[in-house]
């Protein structure tokens, strides 16, 4: 019990970390899979070639090397980035990617119906875009884009790798500070629970209340 | 005399080997009430479709009141989009489906179009769309979103989200078909309306009674040609064609023969 006492302000501190890592990832990825989408379903070849290309990259490769590559290999180009940086910009670009696909999935699934109506009463692409097919979109894609928040939210304990120190780095000296690896790690453990079942709530409440309209 | 609103001269459109239609030559004039009638797949889906450049026609050409467009390899390319959203301003559309968008109220989707493209402003816009709700029987409906209306008050609204545009023409594409029996009345009652009103229209149904009063003209197409042009009147009562002959006996017996899938190329449709 002592252990956690002491050790609190420090789980304190990692759990503010971890946080800040998978909220702001997931908000720049969410911008990024966002125009990723777009470019995607674009009449462009090359923008949609690119973004096929970057999905293709990010989503095939382990979040592991992606931050290794970008904290450890970056500096020989010249690029020398802090840990915690490093790390939300690998976390930004690997979530982006997923969530460029979920988002996809989100405007392709609104019924092509949609479209031909909004053009019927002569509609332009974009205002169709943003006020018709878009908030459709968010609908369908939410159940995958939480699952994607969550998944991300575990994902940040790789930034332990390149010395941020976030929960897992916590747990990791608290553990070799004193041996008691076990509680440790089931104390951190049932803390990334408890912040995910959290966001499963409110992503409960988030389809609830987006689905209200159509029930 | 003024040029008609909607005029399609040697209209061609194929999806792939099949060719859909074959040389079309249709104008519709001011006011007049156009019923489209057929077996399935004959091609009136993509013809009405035409009449809004929602289906792009392999050759032809499309004048919609004062845009015309030239199809195919003549293709005009600058400018085409815009003078598209500007002839469809000019043209509303009734789907099959409703097409309803799901996400806003009644009053929602029949203020869309005035406040988004015609950028009436507000108040004027929620004026408009009340009264056209109030014109299709739904005025109590206002804020009930499409989830939780019936099919023949779905339809209703998209006519009144039509209407909303002031459009010259509305075009219909079975209005009624997705609808159980019991609601067909309620729509075709509001069409009926319309036609008192001295609306230009086209209209796809099967339902021969209601084309019989409603029509000035009934356009009988089957393997995407027009096979008979007509006056109602001389439509039903002394069809030229033993084609049409054939039609009116089995939908006069059954409306459900003609809803069957469309027939395969080269097979005798019906
Ligand atoms: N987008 C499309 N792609 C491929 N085939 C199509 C498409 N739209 C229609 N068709 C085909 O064209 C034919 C005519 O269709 P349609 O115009 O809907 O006829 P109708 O409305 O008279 O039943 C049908 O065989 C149909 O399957
Ligand atoms: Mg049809």
């Not at chain 1, 290999?73 to 840990?83: C, D, S, T």
């Not at chain 1, 878009?134 to 699952?147: E, L, M």
């Amino acid at each position: 019990m002592d252990m956690l006492v002491d050790s609190f302000p420090m789980l304190l501190r990692g759990l503010g970390i971890t946080l800040l890592l998978g909220v702001v990832s997931f908000v720049l990825g969410s911008a990024l899979g966002a125009l990723v989408a777009l470019a995607r379903i674009s009449a462009f070849r090359v923008l949609r070639g690119s973004a096929i290309m970057y999905v293709s990259i990010f989503r095939g490769t382990p979040l592991l090397i992606q931050i290794m590559i970008i904290y450890f290999g970056l500096p020989q180009l010249g690029v020398q980035l802090e840990p915690i940086p490093s790390a939300i910009l690998a976390l930004s670009l690997f979530a982006g990617a997923y969530l460029s696909e979920n988002f996809r999935g989100g405007i392709l699934g609104v019924d092509k119906g949609q479209w031909e109506a909004a053009s019927s009463i002569g509609m332009p692409y974009w205002r169709t875009f943003r006020r018709i097919i878009f908030p459709q979109a968010i609908r369908i894609a939410t159940p995958a884009v939480g699952g994607r928040f969550i998944a991300l939210m575990k994902d940040t304990s790789l930034a332990s790798v390149v010395t941020v120190v976030e929960l897992t780095r916590v747990a990791e000296s608290i553990g070799n500070a004193n041996f008691r690896y076990m509680e440790a790690f089931l104390m951190i453990g049932a803390m990334y629970w408890l912040i995910n079942t959290l966001l499963s709530v409110g992503q409960g409440m988030l389809e609830r209340r987006l689905g209200k309209a159509y029930a | 005399m003024t040029k008609p609103p909607i005029e399609l001269t040697g209209i061609h459109k194929a999806f792939g080997e099949l060719e859909v239609l074959r040389g079309v030559d249709l104008s519709v004039e001011r006011g007049e009430v156009v019923v489209l009638m057929g077996p399935s797949g004959s091609g009136k889906t993509t013809l009405v479709r035409c009449m809004n450049l929602l289906e792009e026609p392999d050759s032809g050409h499309v004048r919609i009141c004062d845009c015309a467009f030239s199809c195919g390899a003549s293709r005009d390319g600058r400018g085409r989009a815009r003078l598209m959203q500007r002839a469809r301003q000019q043209t509303g559309m009734v789907f099959q489906q409703f097409n309803l968008f799901p996400h806003m109220t009644a009053l929602g989707n029949v203020i869309e179009g005035p406040r988004q493209v015609r950028k009436l402003p507000t108040a004027e816009a929620i004026a408009l769309g009340e009264r056209l709700l109030d014109r299709v029987g739904l005025a109590d409906k206002r804020d009930v979103h499409p989830s939780r209306l019936s099919g023949g008050q779905k339809q209703r609204v998209a006519i009144a989200r039509a209407l909303a545009m002031e459009p010259e023409v509305v075009l219909f594409d079975e209005p009624t078909s997705a609808l159980d029996p019991e609601l067909h009345a309620e729509v075709l009652e509001v069409i009926q309306e319309l036609a008192g009103d001295g609306m230009t229209m086209v209209i796809v149904t099967h339902e021969t009674h209601f084309a019989r009063e409603v029509a000035d003209r009934i356009v009988f197409m089957d393997g995407g040609v027009v096979v008979e042009d007509a006056t109602a009147e001389a439509f039903f009562t002394r069809p030229s064609k033993e084609r049409v002959r054939t039609f009116l006996r089995l939908v006069d017996h059954s409306g459900a023969v003609v809803d069957a899938p469309a027939p395969r190329v080269g097979e005798e449709a019906v």
